[in-house]
């Protein structure tokens, strides 16, 4: 069960290790791009290349695909990224019970955005944890977990990406000692426990009353989805890439001399012939930005073609 690109190397590694996946239940298709065209989602066609059997119900409370889980009558169900909260039937349902690949270091991070949860959160490192699921969200007892740094220059995606590739290797090296009874499940520790609801577009909103640290942060975590914004005359600048300038330092405008350092929180000046932000604490530079019906643009190509930023 699973439906983005970060549940693909897990499917494909079953496949590979000789794991007969009797079915893959995935999202619905979608409209998606300009066009709005339906389009499936990359476990429905990464499964589909393999040849295996795809169920797409809206909702697994949907008639019929209870049923069809009966009929697949799996040992195991192995879950990423599924995006539905399965019922007692379901959990109950394999011998071996669900499994899930979550992508943190549980009990950190539970919930449905913990790759963006840990870069916003400045942490240091994170990974992957391979659970057996219970009825609560992200609260079921360990099999494993692998850790990995994260670099000061990931992203949401970069590390959305090497998380899926480790995924899919630690459920290999869990699963035959798991099956076999000689893995046996540890209860999740009692502390540290945080949660990572879900992400709306509208929580890419840059608050500049925050740290300039704290925003560069969202930014790298946000992107590529849902991305950050500011408002600016009139229209939504879509901020890309970011760097943190302290506060007393830089150029104002063309003007060679050392900025004072006192404008008010939100206030738009140029650092180093860059676009910036006054945040409560350092400046937030913009590296690359996008103005709308446009490319991305780097932040000195926007102040030559745009309209006065100070």
């Known amino acids: 069960m699973g439906s983005p690109d970060f549940a693909v190397p897990a499917l494909r590694a079953l496949a590979a290790g000789n794991y ?5 239940i995935t999202q619905p298709d979608r409209p998606a791009g300009r ?24 909702k697994l409370r949907a008639p019929g695909a209870m049923q069809k889980l ?12 599924f995006g539905q909260i399965l019922r007692p039937e379901v959990l109950n349902l394999p011998q071996h019970g669900c499994v899930n690949i979550h992508a943190s270091l549980l009990p950190r991070h539970r919930g449905a955005a913990p790759i963006q949860a840990a870069i916003l959160s400045g ?12 009825k609560g969200i992200d609260t079921g007892p360990m099999l494993a977990q692998r850790a990995i740094e994260i670099d000061p220059t990931d992203t949401g995606g970069s590390l959305f990406e ?3 590739v480790m995924g899919g290797e630690l459920l290999l090296e869990t699963l035959p000692p798991y099956l076999r009874g000689e893995l046996l499940p540890q209860p999740q520790p009692a502390e540290g426990a945080t949660y990572a609801p879900m992400l709306k577009k509208e929580d890419g909103l840059l608050d500049f009353t925050r740290p300039a640290a704290e925003l560069e942060r969202k930014i790298r975590a946000f992107s590529p989805w849902p991305g950050t ?15 943190v300038a302290d506060r007393e330092t830089g150029t104002q405008g063309n003007k060679d001399k050392m900025r004072q350092g006192n404008e008010e929180t939100g206030t738009q000046v140029v650092v180093n012939g860059l676009p910036a932000v006054v945040t409560n604490a350092g400046l937030l530079v ?6 709308p019906g446009k490319g991305k643009m780097p932040g000195k190509a926007f102040l030559v073609g745009g309209r006065k930023w100070e």
Do not use: C
Not at 20 to 24: L, W
Not at 49 to 54: N, S
């Open 123 to 134: 942490d240091n490192e994170t990974g992957i944890t391979i659970m057996l699921m219970d």
């Open 229 to 243: 914004f500011m408002p600016w005359q009139g229209i939504t600048l879509k901020i890309h890439q970011a760097h």
């Open 286 to 291: 913009f590296d690359e930005l996008q103005p």
């Open 162 to 164: 090497k998380l899926s």
């Open 20 to 24: 007969p996946v009797v079915g893959v």
């Open 35 to 58: 066009g709005n065209a339906l389009t499936p989602p990359p476990v429905k066609i990464a499964a589909l290349k393999l040849g295996l059997d795809v169920y797409q119900p809206e």
């Open 70 to 81: 009966r009929d697949w009558d799996p040992g195991l169900i192995v879950v990423a990224a």
